[in-house]
């Protein structure tokens, strides 16, 4: 497995911000955001310094009951390899569209076996268009389906046993479903397979009325990094990404958080 070290989400709003922050050893890009063809000057720069930058895809809906759109596939693996992404490609363990509507989110899918074998037929006809490794990403949720027949660390088991797949494993996320949904995310780090680990993300949040909300807007918090220590007990993560999406704050807030992650390191 490549050591990618610690990065952050490139976003064109920062672009000069990233390619002069100190301690950034890699960076992720939104491939919706992207055209293949016309590359960012600054995403080119980067790449140029040798900096790797992995495509992480929205919109793929591999967790809905509707084939997936073989466009969106087309376009995440065009820049898979104009990028030359040395890890893997990514999505989401969640479905965004159904009977023709898209719902804007990202939302998690029903843990049944019926809803696995979907997931497990998408990420396959994913697999099979792309060059690079396809990762899987666990999502926040506000809600959980009933009547689930696994656990969350059964459904990603099985799901990377039967294809292959790798996880991209979002501790932020981990965070907000111990907030709003009482899970544990220790108990999940103990049972998810880590083996299968292509890197992790980090991103910050605020809590209102008692909900937790995964904004990727505000500054990561202290138990955010917690659960980044507890994965770090378990494994060594190929690397560690900062997302943030909006807000933005000054590039020494930002380096500070970079910093704040390679000291959980």
Known sequence: MDTLGVGIGWRSEIDITVERLPGVDFVEIVAENLNPDRLPESVTILRERGLPVLPHAVSLSVGGAEPVDMKRVEHLA????VLDAPLAASDHVCFVRAGGLDSGHLMPV?????????LVANVKTVQANL???FALENIAALLEWPDAELTEAQFLGELTERTGCLLLVDVANMWANARNLNQDPVKLLDELPLERLAYVHVAGGEEHNGVYHDTHTHPVLPEVLDVLSELVKRTKPPGVLLERDGDYPSD?????E????????
Do not use: C, F, S, W
Not at 78 to 81: E, S, W
Not at 110 to 118: N, S
Not at 259 to 264: H, Y
């Open 252 to 256: 020494d807030d930002l380096a500070a």
């Open 110 to 118: 029903p843990r049944t076996r019926e809803a696995l074998d979907v």
């Open 78 to 81: 065009k820049l898979a390899d």
């Open 258 to 265: 970079l910093q704040a992650i390679r000291d959980r390191l």
């Open 131 to 133: 060059n690079v490794p």
